[in-house]
C-alpha cells in the first residue's frame, strides 16, 4: 500500500472504494455533480488544499472534466495536482451499460494503471522520510467529547461542523475522517475548548 501526504478528490464512492484498496490516503468523494451545491464539501476539500495539497483524480469523460475543473478553479493552482487516467473503452462490472462515452472510469481502471498514472505525476513521497506519526483522533475521543453517541452529541457535532464550516450533512465517520485530515490531536482539542 502507498501512502500519500496530499488528499485524493474523487467522483464517487466506487472510485473511493477502489483507492482505499490500494492506497493510505485520505480520500473525498465529490458524489457526482452534488459538489456544485455542498459547499461544506468545498470548505473540506480548500482546508485539505491548504494544508498539504490536494491530487484530483476523476474520470476522463465530460462529466469528470467538468468536476475537476469546478475544483481546480477554487483552489490555488499550486496547491492542486492533476492525475488523469487513461482514456480505456469499457463498462465497470458493476454497471449493465457502458457510460455515455463508453470509457472506463477511475473505478474500472487496473490497479496498476491507476499507479502508473501516479506515479507519473509524481505524488508519491519514496525516499522522503516519513513525517512524525501523530495521535489519531477515534470515535472513542468524540464520545468523550459530547460529539458522538449521547444525548445532545447530534447538535454539539453541527456546531462544530458549522464553526469549521464543514458540511452539516457529514456523518460522525466522515467527520473523524476530515478531522483527522486537518487537525492533529493536540489542535482539534484546543479548538474544542475554544467553543
Known amino acids: 500500500m502507498r501512502k500519500l501526504r496530499q488528499a485524493v478528490i474523487v467522483e464517487g464512492r466506487y472510485d473511493k472504494?477502489?483507492?482505499?484498496?490500494?492506497?493510505?490516503?485520505?480520500?473525498?468523494?465529490?458524489?457526482?455533480?452534488?459538489i456544485f451545491k455542498d459547499p461544506g464539501k468545498m470548505n473540506l476539500i480548500r482546508a485539505l488544499a491548504a494544508k498539504d495539497g490536494v491530487i484530483i483524480l476523476t474520470d476522463s469523460d465530460a462529466a469528470g472534466f467538468r468536476i475537476r475543473s469546478y475544483i481546480a478553479g477554487a483552489l490555488p493552482k499550486e496547491t492542486v495536482t492533476h492525475v488523469y487516467i487513461p482514456d480505456i473503452p469499457g463498462k465497470e462490472h458493476?454497471?449493465?451499460?457502458?457510460?455515455?462515452?463508453?470509457?472506463?472510469?477511475?473505478?474500472?481502471?487496473?490497479?496498476?494503471?491507476?499507479?502508473?498514472?501516479?506515479?507519473?505525476?509524481?505524488?508519491?513521497?519514496?525516499?522522503?522520510?516519513?513525517?512524525?506519526?501523530?495521535?489519531?483522533?477515534?470515535?472513542?475521543d468524540l464520545m468523550e467529547w459530547g460529539l458522538s453517541g449521547g444525548e445532545g452529541s447530534?447538535?454539539?457535532?453541527?456546531?462544530?461542523?458549522k464553526k469549521l464550516k464543514l458540511s452539516a450533512r457529514m456523518n460522525t465517520k466522515a467527520m473523524l475522517q476530515s478531522i483527522n485530515a486537518l487537525y492533529s490531536y493536540e489542535d482539534f482539542a484546543a479548538f474544542l475548548e475554544t467553543l
Open 154 to 161: 447530534f447538535a454539539r457535532r453541527q456546531k462544530v461542523l
Open 94 to 140: 458493476r454497471k449493465a451499460q457502458p457510460s455515455a462515452e463508453g470509457k472506463l472510469g477511475v473505478e474500472g481502471i487496473p490497479a496498476e494503471l491507476l499507479i502508473q498514472a501516479l506515479e507519473r505525476a509524481g505524488v508519491f513521497a519514496d525516499g522522503e522520510p516519513a513525517p512524525e506519526a501523530k495521535r489519531r483522533i477515534t470515535q472513542a
Open 17 to 34: 472504494s477502489k483507492l482505499c484498496s490500494m492506497l493510505d490516503a485520505t480520500i473525498i468523494t465529490t458524489d457526482g455533480f452534488d
